[in-house]
């Protein structure tokens, strides 16, 4: 009998020092653009990362060791770049921080995420003094700009710790598997969790990046996603990977400010949610700019409306993607198969799917008894994935109801056709999607039930044109009171984050109960949609959103 035989291939660990590496050696020339309002500061990636090599220094000087965690509490630009490069390297964990949480949220996701270092804008200094002394394991805070940093405690200043410190030469080896990144979802039945990406995971994530949408050197990535989301939708790393410029807008992803910015400097791939991919169109329609030097959308986070994808096509494909905060994000592609093309029956059939699964990604349908379901394009089953780039558990072991049998539970419903396209068609959960981002149903109606005059309060989503998806409240009074649901809104101020606010309300004399006195949401969304609420509206949606995404004043 032979004898048994091994591989016979070398075992190089993948690590964001490798994708460093790369960037450094191979792309000198390539850059990083950041946008500031009206013009564009740009850094070629030899500067970009020599400046991450003294940060790493710096942030070694300040006491961070290897697992360590630092948190970045910031928008789109070059430092924020900085800080996802040299926190990994140094074998410390990034932690992103999303700057829409509201304080307790906050505080909770520094704390349980242990952070020892947090860097943060200028412009949103306010928020984290604002929870300082909740914070029990931060011991330095790092300004990026000039702030009044009243609050905070004794502060470093970006620039000057750059300044100070003399590039780190020797990076330190890593295990492939040791953590480089961490990302908390949006917090939606309970506290924000936490999901721990390693270097491996980056590193095959960014591969697969670059390996669906051929990104390649001559590509400009314009970033339309907070890089707070899901490590920026790992667009960060897969640039640097192949040397892919990467255009970032700071805090401008209103429709103007971001169609001047993709107007001067013309990337060749956009990458958003629906939302904002809206408000571009609609700003460059009216302004008349052609679009069509760019070669690709990625559009995802939510469901993409088919007339959006359509409106874009004449300038290039809007091509509809699927993932979480678990999946790193990438997992599945809404492509056409082979034999499809434009003008063909089914090329929207196609094109309007949530996707089929990328590779290194598998998918199945999972029915109530736990069986797995026929992909006939019919029957609904919740989704549940796999993969190396996919989560196996939360941080500190929360939520173990979401991955069984060495698959993660989606919490999507939806369908699975002959060729594995997937169609999600609800969420397992009550959550309300609104503009890419969520809103949980279950903590405004904590909130509200905290207003002595409320009795019980139901939070359900109405489809919107513009956000997809916002809140309409439900509620009950106690018997003989009553409040104006603009003195409730009022009430919520400061408890959620503000694009939470609703602005659709009705009152009823009792709130539908399932049997075993569950509130009965599907029963709500019967009545709203049989038009048997008297819905009040308070405010115009753009407005609360502008505010939104106009961010702190007051710089960076
Ligand atoms: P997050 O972890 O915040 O990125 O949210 C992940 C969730 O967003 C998924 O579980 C889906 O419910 C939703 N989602 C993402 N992409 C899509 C899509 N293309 N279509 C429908 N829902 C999506």
Redesign the pocket.
């Known amino acids: 009998m032979a004898r048994p035989i091994q591989s016979t291939m070398q075992e190089v660990p993948l690590t964001i020092t490798d994708i460093f590496r790369r960037a450094a050696s191979l792309f000198s020339a390539s850059q990083v653009v950041t946008f500031e309002g009206d013009t564009s500061r740009r850094a070629d990636f030899s500067e970009v990362t020599e400046r991450v090599t003294r940060l790493a220094a710096g942030l070694r000087y300040l006491g961070v060791k290897p697992g360590d965690r630092v948190g970045t509490f910031c928008w789109n630009h070059q430092e924020h770049l900085e800080a996802y490069f040299a926190v990994p390297l140094l074998g410390a964990v990034l932690h992103t921080l999303n700057v829409r949480l509201s304080p307790a949220q906050l505080a909770h996701v520094i704390n349980s995420g242990g952070d020892r270092v947090v860097i943060v804008d200028a412009g949103l200094t306010p928020l984290l003094a604002a929870i300082r002394s909740q914070l029990t394991t931060v011991e330095k805070v790092v300004v990026v700009g000039r702030a009044d940093t009243s609050g905070l405690g004794a502060v470093v200043d970006y620039d000057e710790l750059l300044k100070s410190s003399t590039p780190l030469r020797t990076l330190p080896v890593l295990d492939e598997r040791q953590p480089a990144a961490m990302c908390h979802?949006?917090g939606t039945t309970g506290d924000p969790r936490g999901i721990v990406y390693s270097h491996r995971s980056v590193w095959l994530h960014s591969l697969a990046m670059i390996a669906n949408f051929a990104f390649n050197e001559h590509d400009r990535i314009g970033l339309m996603v907070p890089m707070f989301?899901?490590n920026g939708w790992g667009k960060p790393y897969a640039a640097f990977m192949c040397g892919a410029d990467l255009l970032l807008p700071e805090r401008f992803l209103q429709p103007q400010p971001l169609l001047a910015f993709v107007a001067a400097e013309r990337p060749t791939i956009v990458v958003g949610v629906p939302t904002i991919f809206q408000g571009l169109l609609t700003a460059a329609q009216a302004a008349g700019t052609e679009l069509d030097f760019i070669r690709l959308g990625i559009?995802?986070?939510?469901?993409?409306p088919t007339t959006l994808m359509q409106a874009y096509q004449p300038w290039f494909p809007l091509i509809?993607?699927?993932?979480?905060?678990?999946t790193s994000?990438l997992g599945?592609v809404?492509l056409p198969p082979r034999g499809v093309i434009e003008g063909d029956s089914s090329y929207w059939y196609y094109r309007s799917k949530?996707?089929r699964p990328v590779a290194g990604v598998e998918v199945r349908l999972i029915g109530d008894s736990g069986t797995p379901l026929p992909w006939d394009g019919k029957t609904v089953g919740e989704v549940e994935v796999r993969g190396p780039w996919v989560a196996s558990s939360h941080l500190g072991g929360v939520g173990r109801d979401r991955f069984h049998d060495g698959w993660l539970r989606?919490?999507?419903v939806g369908t699975v056709d002959e060729l594995g396209y997937v169609q999600?068609t609800d969420?397992t959960k009550d959550?309300i999607?609104s503009g890419g981002?969520?809103i949980s149903s279950l903590e405004l109606e904590n909130q509200l039930l905290a207003h002595p005059a409320v009795l019980d309060a139901a939070v359900v989503g109405i489809p919107d044109e513009r956000w997809g998806e916002r809140p309409l409240v439900v509620l009950a009074f106690r018997p003989g009171q009553s409040v104006d649901p603009e003195d409730l809104r009022q009430f919520l101020i400061g408890k959620v984050p503000s694009f939470w606010l609703p602005e659709s309300w009705a009152v009823v004399l009792a709130i539908p109960k399932t049997p075993v006195g569950k509130q009965d949401k599907k029963a709500l969304r019967q009545l709203q949609v049989e038009g048997r609420f008297e819905v009040q509206r308070l405010v115009r949606v753009e407005a609360v959103w502008a505010d939104r995404l106009r961010g702190p004043k007051g710089g960076r």
């Open positions: 979802t949006s989301h899901v559009c995802g986070g939510a469901a993409v509809q993607a699927w993932g979480m905060t678990e994000p599945m809404a949530t996707g989606t919490g999507d999600i969420r959550i999607k981002e969520w």
